[in-house]
DNA sequence: CTTGGCCAAATCGTATGCAATCTGATCTGT
DNA sequence: ACAGATCAGATTGCATACGATTTGGCCAAG
């Protein structure tokens, strides 16, 4: 029991290797710096990190869990290029599970948390008021993590579960198919919420929420990419 | 591309055979074949079903992102010992999901599928009629298989990844935790909504389906085993 | 010039080997 | 006799090796 041992700084690279590579590629498909559709060979992963392709394959298969690469056997991983119709299904669940959150998380917010919220939002704000590409990619990042956080404070770890492959899905589609102009809107409904939640109006919260993912996916294109779904079922299914 | 190869009876066994061997755990599990806490090692699995400890190891991974193995760093794979905070949380979860799915069935049921259902709560019939653990063990599966019929007719592949997860689970914990005696109640509420999809009637449905929930978990001993969390907090948490 | 089949390169699926870590059993010193 | 350290056995984490499958290009026949 070397003290020596114990100091080294917080084994972050000592932890499981798979889940660094795996948050790793999971960034740079929700922001869009991966292309759906792009090859992500076993062997190729494992030589950008240094590691041998058994840990890049976990990897590649938890990201196939949450539904964010598409694995073909025999023929490899691809990063996900969601349908319209799943998209409008990543949405359908949000809005079952979404203001279920709203409801846990009015009983348990705290003070503290409102905080952070609020700390959260204007992140978010800086994001908005700078232009350019990145900038908009940590927007929708910083969009996803007011609902992450909400799902935290509500407390039920499998919904938070669940909420984390919804938020990624998502942030994959705003980045498939989303109209860049509007989007910023969401950030006063963000603020909406979190006055609602602050009052302990689960109702209104709850209200604005739905709203929210309306907005949501109103601004996004799905019609018209009908027609670009015909184009890659040849290329790419 | 020799016709004589697609002849080849549909290669069951040649599919992955991780999936294959998540399934008999997983069916293990729900039925308590394999109690909780028990140690599940790689190469145990592995001798088991005859294959190397890599694909032994795959399904193991894939059965602790079901919540229903918990993988512990260096250590190995248990089965899950899911805390009655833990099954509460599960069947708040159900309560979220599972009346979005009613609606979204409503919409879509057939008559060939309501035929389906009839056929399969014969079954479920037939297991309650026998007595005896496996006819308990079937019974608590085609209970869920239930949900999960209601799940695939909804049309949307994301809810009804969740609702598999949630009624592994929730098996899991009926196993844990159930009082033998009243579950078979459960069986006419299966009938009741059925007849409620057949008539179209998704409020009705929905509010059968809550009830059923609320009776489920009532049927828990969730309190009682509480003395028993601090236990297993030393034994084995 | 087109079409069909064949072959080689690349990639995946799986087995196995080695190093690191954990468990729990023995041994020693007080 | 008991507490704590040490060591052996077992098990996991990871890397690598080998066979299987797919792919894309080349060549030949029509």
């Known amino acids: 029991m070397n003290i020596s041992e114990n100091i080294t700084f917080p084994e972050a690279s000592q932890e499981d290797r798979s889940l660094a590579i795996r948050e790793a590629l999971r960034n740079a498909i929700v922001d869009r710096r991966l292309a759906p559709g ?123 579960k669940f909420m984390d492959e919804l938020v990624g899905r998502s942030s994959l589609v705003i980045a498939l198919y989303g109209r860049s102009g509007i989007s910023s809107c969401g950030h006063n409904e963000h603020l909406a919420i979190l006055d609602a939640l602050e009052k302990g109006d689960a109702a209104q919260a709850s209200q604005l929420m739905l709203h929210h993912i309306d907005h949501i996916e109103a601004d996004l294109d799905l019609q018209l990419k009908q027609g670009f779904a015909l184009k890659d079922a040849l290329a790419l299914t």
């Open 38 to 160: 792009t090859k992500l060979s076993e062997s190729e992963v494992g030589a950008l990190f240094s590691v041998s392709r058994t840990v890049a394959r976990a990897a590649l298969q938890m990201l196939a869990f949450e539904g964010l690469v598409r694995i073909e056997r025999n023929r490899g991983a691809f990063v996900s290029n969601p349908s319209p119709d799943e998209a409008r299904q990543i949405f359908a669940s949000r809005r079952l599970i979404e203001p279920g959150i709203i409801a846990a998380a009015v009983e348990r917010i705290t003070a503290a948390d409102i905080e952070q919220f609020r700390r959260q939002l204007e992140e978010e704000q800086r994001h908005i008021n700078e232009r350019g590409p990145s900038a908009r990619r940590a927007e929708i990042k910083a969009s996803g993590d007011f609902h992450l956080m909400l799902a935290s404070v509500a407390g039920n770890v499998i919904l938070q």
